[in-house]
């Protein structure tokens, strides 16, 4: 896997690499020893011309032998492809738990769910194909319509989620007759890039393309040549403009963007607190709380912040910090440079104006753990309050009235999911039909999460754009062009 990369249908080896090494470190000999995992290429604005110039060679504005090739063809290739993938499901697994440090055993989860995701594509895509060539007649109009792919697709999926997110994108851009660019995540890079020879033996050549490097490095000038039809990214909001805004006209190219969120819970008082404590910090928690679907603020009414906050605490401390490898393990190290620090810092802030670490071991780190944090009162004047934390600390402020819910939600530049925790319709209704205007999903008693994967998943405001889903994905990768001939 060293250094490779895949352009053109063939798998290239980079001059240049940039060492991978796992956020968990091993102890040798009485010494903590940091372990290199390989090396992904570092390649340059030269090869991403070329790599660009493979996909639009390959595409021919539409006249493509991908683009033009029946569907029942490109389902055959992902047939095919599902085929010789299928035994790297411990591979992927074990390499993915040391480079982003998640728990084995959502490792193998992440590849069965892709691999679910591409079976339900290409049985979807039969459902879709239906409409294309579809000849309708309206007033004195027949119309065929043809459902049809958009260019070249750039795919950027996140580190949290390198297989299955990054295939969300791929494969309904792919299997729609676009060409396609994955730029891999740098955390993330080397499980990903195991699944190039499979697309080098089941793809025409030039029609997926993998470009490794620095974000500036290769997808500046891939970006700045304007030639790119789709933007796939799942990732920072700030890097999803970085990016836009250096397409030279912005207006040409269709983004379908998961950004960030802030989550948030609102425990009301009727709820039933042993439930809505487990599914808070489950919610908040699962893999560091680096989900963009975690909770990321839990708000809960006054009358009962006491019996939940001691709940929470209790949830809380039992969640098991490790080795992904250790079972029922849910803390583990944070892959992403610098995390601790700014998490730290996110925690300082809010104790110095007021909230308080109120569970044990709360603020705490050790190598690259940091340790559960509940901090509670938070406040609008705290960072917490309005950034994206990322990571495993968890806001809590208490209301007493509808009205600071709404304040927190109107005001919030995000809106992706919600959770109401109530045990009754009258307290639910209303906040409910406050929040579907808010946020793009409510989740009645239980935490926020993408899936199952045929629901749609989008956001409001600076979480999303575009909707992903098996169904929505396939849509959002393509359009409908009409034939239209007037009968008079
Ligand atoms: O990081 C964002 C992912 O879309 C979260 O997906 O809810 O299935 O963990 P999930």
């Known amino acids: 896997l060293n250094r490779q990369y895949l352009v053109k249908g063939k798998l290239l080896t980079g001059d240049e690499g940039s060492e991978v090494y796992s956020p968990v470190k091993i102890k040798e000999n009485g010494h903590i020893k940091q372990v290199k995992l390989g090396e992904y290429p570092r390649l340059n604005a030269e090869k991403a011309a070329f790599c660009l110039k493979a996909a639009l060679d390959a595409y021919k504005g539409g006249t493509g032998a991908w683009a033009s090739m029946k569907v029942e063809e490109r389902i055959r290739c992902w047939a095919d492809f599902l085929d010789r993938v299928r035994d790297l499901r411990e591979d992927f697994a074990l390499l993915a738990m040391w480079e982003i440090a998640k728990p084995y055993s959502a490792c193998l989860d992440e590849f069965d769910r892709t691999m679910r995701y591409i ?273 495993p600390v968890i806001p809590v402020s208490s209301f007493k009235d509808i009205s600071e819910l709404k304040e927190y939600l109107f005001t919030s530049d995000y809106g992706q999911q919600a959770s109401i925790f109530s045990s009754r319709a009258e307290s639910a209704i209303p906040l409910i039909d406050i929040l579907v205007h808010q946020v793009s999903r409510v989740n009645l008693n239980s935490q926020c999460r993408r899936g199952p994967d045929e629901l749609p998943f989008t956001g409001r405001k600076d979480s999303a754009e575009g909707t992903l889903s098996v169904y929505d994905a396939l849509r959002a990768f393509s359009i409908r062009s009409l034939v239209v001939a007037n009968e008079n």
């Open 119 to 391: 079976e339900d594509t290409m049985a979807t895509l039969w459902e879709l194909d239906r409409e294309s060539g579809r000849i309708i007649s309206i007033e004195n109009f027949m119309a065929q319509i043809r459902r049809t792919p958009l260019g070249v697709v750039l795919c950027m999926g996140p580190f949290n989620y390198p297989l299955n997110e990054t295939f969300a994108m791929l494969v309904p851009a792919l299997i729609m007759g676009n060409s396609v660019i994955v730029k891999p995540p740098r955390y993330g890079a080397l499980c990903l890039s195991l699944f190039m020879p499979a697309f080098a033996q089941c793809f025409p050549e030039g029609v997926i393309n993998f470009i490794n490097g620095e974000g500036e490095e290769v997808v500046g000038p891939i970006i700045k040549s304007g030639e790119i039809s789709v933007l796939g990214f799942i990732g920072s909001t700030q890097v999803a403009r970085l990016i836009i805004n250096q397409h030279p006209h912005p207006n040409r190219l269709r983004t379908i963007l998961g950004l960030e969120a802030k989550n948030p819970a609102l425990v009301l008082k009727d709820a039933d607190l042993e439930k809505a404590a487990g599914e808070c910090a489950r919610g908040a928690l699962e893999f560091n709380g680096q989900r963009c679907t975690a909770l990321k603020h839990i708000w809960v009414e006054e009358d009962i912040a006491e019996p939940f906050l001691e709940l929470l605490c209790a949830r809380v401390e039992e969640m098991k910090c490790g080795m992904p490898w250790e079972e029922d393990v849910v803390i583990t190290p944070l892959p992403e440079k610098n995390k601790i620090e700014w998490l730290g810092e996110l925690v300082e802030d809010a104790l110095q104006k007021g909230a308080r670490i109120i569970n044990r071991d709360g603020g705490k780190s050790f190598a690259q753990l940091y340790y559960p944090t509940i901090l509670y009162p938070v406040t609008r004047d705290m960072k917490l309050y309005h950034v994206e934390q990322f990571g």
